[in-house]
């Protein structure tokens, strides 16, 4: 065994200097001016993505009452339109010469506007009221997508596309992460803050609610429930009823605070895009295209 080691150690040593002199991802990369603001933007957009892939099956369920193995279906009518905005944006771009980020205020727009029609969703809403929202979210996903990846790699030489696409769907992953984390907490604090605000509506003795209340015993009555029966039944209604009402507001608030997303970060977008403007200018080492990442990597190769 010792004789193993000792034979073993100069291989060791090598791998060690190769995986050191070529990294396995070289963030000399964000040097590139396009692809920096891209990754910036693909963060904004895994946030929006994988945000509402996550709330629109949790409403399916939590308001809707759809079993769990058909609420996954409800975004798969967005499939195909995300095809759609593909080949589209794709077509456009390849055959008739579009620059790349004309689609992608399309694409916002499309994603925002299907947000906000899901926000107007009540506890009644069925499948045909979320198909039409869910498309158009595939349409505009498709459109952003395809336009977004091409604007941020377009630039980058053959030697630094694998990496750039490795960091670029890191980008889209990591604001996936912080999209699901930050709707969670809304749908936290809006549940908290909807109940005890509807809460106030429902104390006892309300007129409304001791008229509902006796309704729904009649109605419980005359289907076979016994007088005593029917009031505590009548009561486990009205508290089901006021939970998926509060359940719906925060739902809604969800589906609007991803459809406000984009207009919240567009000051942070253009931050960016006027910083990385101000140190091109600045450093001549910052300039776009493979040409000069390919010089930047000798300087560093040198050093």
């Known amino acids: 065994m010792p004789s193993v080691r000792l034979q073993s150690s100069p291989l060791w040593h090598g791998n060690s200097r190769s995986r050191a002199a070529t ?40 308001v809707l009452d759809f079993p769990p193995a058909y609420a996954g279906f409800v975004l798969l009518p967005g499939g195909p339109l995300v095809c759609v905005g593909l080949l589209a944006a794709g077509g456009l771009i390849d055959a008739r010469g579009l620059d790349p980020a004309k689609p992608i205020p399309l694409g916002i727009v499309c994603f925002m506007a299907a947000m906000w029609a899901l926000s107007g969703s009540t506890s009644g809403s069925g499948l045909s009221d979320l198909i039409p929202p869910i498309m158009l ?12 990846t091409l604007l941020t790699l377009r630039d ?22 912080f999209g699901i984390a930050w709707l969670s907490t809304i749908l936290d604090n809006q549940n ?4 005890t605000v509807l809460s106030q509506y429902l104390a006892p003795g309300e007129h409304a609610v001791t008229e509902r209340q006796d309704a729904v015993a009649n109605y419980l009555t005359s289907r076979g429930y016994f007088p005593e029966e029917a009031g505590t ?37 253009i931050a960016t895009k006027l910083t990385l403007g101000r140190l091109v200018g600045r450093h001549g080492n910052l300039k776009q295209g493979p040409a000069c990442l390919e010089n930047t990597n000798e300087r560093t190769s040198d050093l």
């Open 233 to 269: 039944a009548a009561t486990a209604v009205i508290q089901k009823a006021f939970a998926q009402q509060v359940a719906t507001l925060s739902f809604n608030a969800c589906f609007l605070a991803i459809a406000l997303l984009f207009i919240a970060a567009v000051p942070v977008l």
């Open 137 to 148: 979210r595939g349409l505009g996903l498709g459109l952003l997508f395809v336009s977004l």
């Open 156 to 177: 980058l030489g053959p030697e630094m596309i694998a990496q750039g696409v490795a960091l670029f769907n890191l980008g889209r992953q990591m604001g996936g992460q």
């Open 23 to 62: 990294p396995l991802l070289d963030f000399v990369i964000f040097r590139d001016e396009h692809f920096t603001f891209g990754f910036v933007v693909s963060f904004v957009a895994g946030c929006a993505l994988f945000g509402s892939a996550f709330v629109i099956p949790a409403f399916a369920t939590g």
């Open 192 to 195: 908290a803050q909807n109940r």
